[in-house]
């Protein structure tokens, strides 16, 4: 909240009155997006322009909206475009952070021209000066730190214990290590007594003088449940104003959309100025609350911490259904970034003089000392996340000569934060990392003497799956398949398994038989797991390529509408890579044809 976007704002205008190149990225689509909807207001449509994979708006605008991936790829490509550029603003600069992507942010700016000048915006660096000395190093040129310790709006950070209410840290841990009468006697084993989980409910109904409230909870379905109990709950009186913005937006939107579960359960809790916010919901729905959000009129917004990030919609309180979240792996604490990323979207400037923090805490997974760390003060530095990607290390073999190779490899903010300064006088873990790659992608023949081949070059405009996309679409095994065909191996590839999530009747034909055979008399395809899922994924695949909808395709999974959007928007991008990377004018044509299918059967869906 300390007006970082104003210093965006001033390089945009200047810039674009002066005729030059300002790109602006985000980490995620629906900040892109917004940004692009905010500027388009701001700046004119005419001057704004969008990438970010699947959708491609008026790329020659002076200001460019990409997601960080895209300027990644640009850079390391060396796109001419970047020739023209001043400024690229990172926002949530942050992310480098980022344990499975933050390495895109670290290559953005070591590929970057040396024209290139950066605006980095992130409300949490503790270590923004050593960051600061790194690109100073490797760029060559001054870097500013500009920071704002003081907030506008103070935060009050509280806790919500079952027993105790609204209570301090401290005297949760008191009560806590009041050892279970049963436990001194030796008749229970338990030594902290049995209290049930604090509930949203109560919280709620505590702190009804401190609303707007923006609800964290790191599950979209308990988004959605706690939206319902809440409503259930006679807390808020019905809202005349809701209702009529509802009809008005949805009006001319398709009918199917007004019978999906999530925008019936939204109709059902949004008078009483309740909602939820998720990306499993779909453009339109997202948007809806958004706007009502906007106009004041929602009390308390359900939400996934992707809300926290960047969208600039503050609340008086913020409160944390749990301290403790999946990461992918395991269950775990917070880190103290995390915490203050999402506690930070309390308190509205020139709204209110203070802000309100609620976390509720389970005595179950109570750790005092964790959570005191993670509460206190964000002292959690960015740490580099650098790793070599199949697509950076065939990029730097087409455009760069060994010695070149050696200097990038020692200017990433590993090597920096390690040594404290960049020496590429000295081999590095990443010269070592390079050359096993290097050779194992040799042996693989997309590179050979030095240079890549053919399947090589193919692979270098691909981001991700790069061999696996190769040994498809750059050797003779697509020959003979048809549009389905590829359909299902783009599907195979952009799959992500859960393990929840279901297919309700799948489709088996002469073409999946046929596809099944040649991917297992392929040595390198029979190897691949990616392929496990086929059969399940023509329950998705199917019905689109028989020109059937987003929401006929919905009733067969039980994946969330946003997800099931998002898988075929993941497909649109790879689809359109491949097309990029080859000369085969017939693949061309044939990847034209599957974008069209899938257009078709997002074709009532927002393209933003």
Same mark, same amino acid.
């Given at each position: 909240g300390s007006g970082k976007t104003l210093i965006a704002d001033y390089i945009i205008k200047r810039d674009i009155e002066k005729g030059i190149k300002v790109v602006y990225t985000a980490p995620i689509k629906a900040l892109s997006n917004q940004k692009y909807r905010e500027f388009c207001n701001d700046h004119g449509k005419e001057n704004i322009g969008l990438l970010t994979g699947d959708v491609s708006k008026n790329q020659s605008a002076p200001v460019l909206i990409m997601t960080t991936e895209i300027y990644r790829n640009m850079a390391l490509t060396q796109d001419e475009m970047l020739d023209r550029i001043s400024y690229v603003i990172f926002d949530e600069i942050h992310y480098i952070n980022d344990v499975e992507r933050g390495y895109v942010w670290e290559e953005s700016i070591i590929f970057s021209k040396y024209n290139v000048r950066f605006l980095c915006l992130s409300a949490t660096i503790p270590n923004a000066a050593e960051f600061a000395s790194w690109i100073s190093s490797?760029?060559?040129?001054?870097?500013?730190?500009?920071?704002?310790?003081?907030?506008?709006?103070?935060?009050?950070?509280?806790?919500? @214990?079952?027993?105790?209410?609204?209570? $301090?840290l401290d005297d949760i841990k008191e009560i806590i290590d009041i050892p279970d009468y049963k436990y001194v006697q030796g008749q229970s084993r338990h030594r902290r007594p049995r209290v049930n989980a604090p509930n949203h409910v109560s919280l709620i109904k505590d702190i009804k003088d401190k609303l707007p409230c923006f609800f964290f909870s790191f599950s979209r379905q308990k988004c959605q449940n706690f939206a319902f109990e809440l409503s259930k709950a006679g807390l808020f009186a019905l809202d005349s104003r809701i209702s009529p913005i509802i009809r008005e937006k949805l009006s001319s939107a398709q009918k199917e959309i007004n019978e999906l579960k999530s925008t019936k359960l939204l109709r059902q809790v949004l008078p009483y100025g309740i909602a939820f916010h998720h990306a499993g919901l779909i453009p339109i729905i997202k948007e809806l609350v958004e706007d009502l959000f906007s106009k004041g009129l929602i009390k308390v917004l359900y939400t996934t911490e992707t809300f926290a990030v960047g969208?600039?919609?503050?609340?008086?309180?913020?409160?944390?259904?749990?301290?403790?979240?999946?990461?992918?792996?395991?269950?775990?604490?917070?880190?103290?970034?995390?915490y203050f990323q999402i506690a930070g979207r309390a308190g509205r400037r020139g709204i209110d003089k203070e802000g309100f923090v609620y976390a509720m805490i389970t005595r179950r997974d109570f750790d005092y000392s964790a959570i005191m760390r993670m509460s206190l003060k964000d002292v959690d530095p960015i740490k580099s996340q650098f790793r070599l990607s199949v697509n950076t290390v065939l990029n730097m073999v087409n455009s760069h000569?060994?010695?070149?190779?050696?200097?990038?490899?020692?200017?990433?903010?590993?090597?920096?934060?390690?040594?404290?300064?960049? @020496?590429?006088?000295?081999?590095?873990?990443?010269?070592?990392?390079?050359?096993?790659?290097?050779?194992?992608?040799?042996?693989?023949?997309?590179?050979?003497? $030095?240079?890549?081949?053919?399947?090589? %070059?193919?692979?270098?405009?691909?981001?991700?799956?790069?061999?696996?996309?190769?040994?498809?679409?750059?050797?003779?095994?697509?020959?003979?398949?048809?549009?389905?065909?590829?359909?299902?191996?783009?599907?195979?590839?952009?799959?992500?398994?859960r393990e929840k999530t279901e297919f309700y009747k799948t489709y088996n034909s002469e073409f999946l038989n046929s596809l099944r055979k040649k991917i297992r008399s392929d040595f390198f395809t029979s190897k691949e797991k990616k392929f496990d899922?086929?059969?399940?994924?023509?329950?998705?695949?199917?019905?689109?390529?028989?020109?059937?909808?987003?929401? @006929?395709?919905?009733?067969?999974?039980? %994946?969330?509408?946003?997800?099931?959007?998002?898988?075929?928007?993941?497909?649109?991008?790879?689809?359109?890579?491949?097309?990029?990377?080859?000369? @085969?004018?017939?693949?061309?044509?044939?990847?034209?044809s599957c974008q069209e299918i899938i257009l078709n059967c997002l074709r009532d869906i927002d393209a933003v």
């Open positions: 490797i760029k060559g040129h001054k870097v500013d730190v500009i920071k704002h310790d003081k907030r506008q709006v103070p935060l009050h950070k509280s806790f919500y @214990d079952s027993e105790l209410g609204i209570t $301090g969208i600039n919609m503050p609340a008086k309180s913020v409160c944390f259904e749990s301290l403790r979240k999946f990461d992918g792996v395991s269950f775990r604490f917070l880190n103290s970034k995390e000569t060994p010695k070149e190779i050696d200097e990038i490899l020692s200017k990433n903010f590993f090597v920096f934060q390690k040594y404290g300064k960049v @020496d590429s006088s000295k081999k590095n873990i990443f010269s070592h990392k390079f050359a096993a790659l290097s050779l194992k992608l040799g042996k693989l023949g997309y590179i050979k003497d $030095g240079k890549l081949t053919e399947k090589g %070059l193919f692979s270098s405009r691909i981001y991700s799956e790069e061999v696996l996309t190769g040994e498809i679409f750059s050797t003779s095994f697509y020959l003979d398949l048809n549009e389905y065909q590829i359909m299902l191996l783009i599907a195979c590839i952009c799959y992500e398994p899922h086929i059969e399940q994924l023509t329950a998705l695949i199917h019905p689109c390529y028989h020109n059937e909808t987003i929401f @006929d395709i919905v009733k067969n999974t039980n %994946l969330l509408e946003g997800d099931l959007i998002r898988f075929f928007r993941q497909m649109l991008d790879r689809i359109n890579q491949v097309k990029q990377a080859t000369n @085969d004018m017939r693949l061309q044509q044939a990847l034209k």
